[in-house]
């Protein structure tokens, strides 16, 4: 018996591969298959089965394309009502697996068909279980993201995850392993845990979801509690994985077109696409395409991606470095961002030489802002609120980045305004995203929160983060 973990660190999301004596079955497949196909055919064996644990929200699998190269059926846990042919797993139901068994638990409350997938090994022992969105490390899946399907609260979705929780996966022994979907920095929980795999008696120890004397309205309180608004595209990567998408290929086709940058701004100004540069931040502050967003790829590309740009079904054109076009693409369709129309040709240099107009950030170093504070400078924090309530710099402003679309209105029309994250990162992407706005009187602060509290700049006492509600 073979189990690897796939994990991928942008999304924090864990598929699985697993083998037995020649079949192997994936559970919640990423959007490009190629490389379960390949370590399939490395190793001899038949993708038997592909395993989805529920319609994921936060990105869309590789399912149909899987089951299409394969042949393989993909199974779903009781009540999924998928717009394509699948099997829809009874609770309890088994599936053979070369000399293993996977067991179908039907654990509803993330989502109504959310199913825990329960292995036993060759002697029948209760070896693992792949939780999905059901069980995370240090947390459970939220219970509001179903809630317009299920036609249920919350708070009846976070009742109904009590009961699976304490009657299909707390009664399994302490030894089991548990591998879920998602890790931390994931929208799909609030807690989760840095570490990937751990055993079901650690969670049952210091998973406060699972503590043992936890009543049913203790549970839904606490599981409900400070649950931030999902992302908006989730519900539409809900609906693609749940009635089809186009293969990755065309979209790659389609994507990867080089454009020189006279054609790029023609598509920009005919297509309303966005244009999207993923470069280093310190690059985009260098020189970049007047109004262009600026999500880097060595961040959390693809979550802020689907925060910010919300539709899936927007335009986008790319500047990228040098031979990462397609992995550009790639990432964005992972988050189903289908609608890349091609790429600047050369980047920023082939613009600036073509005569195009370039923008830049300002950006300062954090012992800069200490000598400009002294004389009252307006400070914007882009963290999230929890980093904010902890420690900012005093008498900073709170316009969290996820949101910064609602705070236009609070920025100086005129005063220059210094705008910080935690690093650098997100500052960039704020700063990127009103300037797009018209909003150009502002100055970043390159390292953000780390280098402040280095350069002695007057911060407010410290809180810790978990006695934050």
């Known amino acids: 018996m073979k189990i690897e973990q796939i ?47 529920h319609f994921h929200a936060d990105f869309v699998s590789g399912h149909l394309t899987l089951s299409k190269e394969t042949g393989a059926p993909i199974v779903y846990g009781p009540t999924a009502e998928p717009s394509f042919d699948a099997i829809i797993a009874e609770d309890g139901q088994e599936f053979q697996l070369g000399n293993i068994t996977i067991v179908a638990l039907h654990t509803p409350g993330h989502t109504m068909e959310s199913t825990t997938f329960l292995l036993r090994d060759e002697h029948g022992k209760d070896h693992a279980i792949f939780s999905g969105d059901t069980l995370f490390l240090g947390d459970v899946g939220r219970p509001d993201l179903a809630q317009k399907a299920a036609h249920m609260t919350q708070e009846e979705l976070a009742g109904t995850l009590f009961d699976s929780l304490r009657t299909k996966i707390m009664p399994l022994a302490d030894d089991v392993i548990v591998y879920p979907a998602h890790g931390a920095g994931s929208a799909c929980g609030k807690n989760m845990m840095k570490e990937t795999v751990d055993t079901l008696g650690n969670q049952k120890k210091m998973n406060y979801a699972l503590r043992a004397d936890m009543t049913r309205d203790e549970f839904i309180k606490e599981v409900t509690d400070g649950l931030l608004p999902p992302p908006q595209y989730f519900p539409l990567n809900v609906k693609m994985n749940k009635e089809g998408y186009e293969d990755i290929d065309k979209i790659l086709e389609r994507g990867t077109q080089a454009l020189t940058p006279e054609a790029f701004e023609v598509a920009a100004n005919e297509t309303g696409a966005i244009v999207l540069d993923v470069r280093h931040q310190d690059d985009f502050a260098k020189g970049h395409v007047p109004r262009s967003i600026f999500i880097g790829l060595d961040g959390s590309f693809a979550p802020w991606v689907g925060a910010l740009v919300a539709d899936v079904k927007q335009p986008i054109l790319l500047v990228t470095p040098e031979g990462r076009e397609e992995e550009t693409i790639t990432r964005l369709s992972r988050v189903g961002f289908d609608h890349t129309l091609g790429y600047l040709k050369g980047g920023i240099d082939a613009w600036k030489a073509a005569g195009k107009e370039v923008d830049t950030v300002e950006s300062v170093s954090a012992e800069e802002l200490k000598k400009r504070i002294e004389n009252g400078v307006p400070v914007y924090d882009v963290r999230k609120e929890t980093e904010f309530q902890a420690e900012h710099v005093e008498n900073a402003h709170l316009t969290p980045l996820d949101y910064i679309n609602d705070h236009l209105s609070e920025f100086p029309e005129k005063e220059t305004f210094y705008v910080h994250c935690a690093g650098g990162y997100r500052s960039m992407i704020a700063s990127s995203i009103l300037k797009s706005r018209g909003i150009h009187n502002l100055v970043d602060v390159a390292g953000g929160f780390a280098d402040i509290k280095k350069a002695g700049i007057p911060v407010t006492d410290y809180v810790c983060p978990t006695t934050l509600k």
């Open 7 to 53: 994990y991928t660190g942008c999304l924090a999301q864990g598929a699985y591969y697993i083998e037995s004596n020649g079949e192997a079955a994936i559970i919640d497949p990423l959007r490009e298959v190629d490389p379960y196909i390949k370590t399939a055919k490395e190793n001899g064996a038949k993708i038997k089965y592909i395993f989805e644990t």
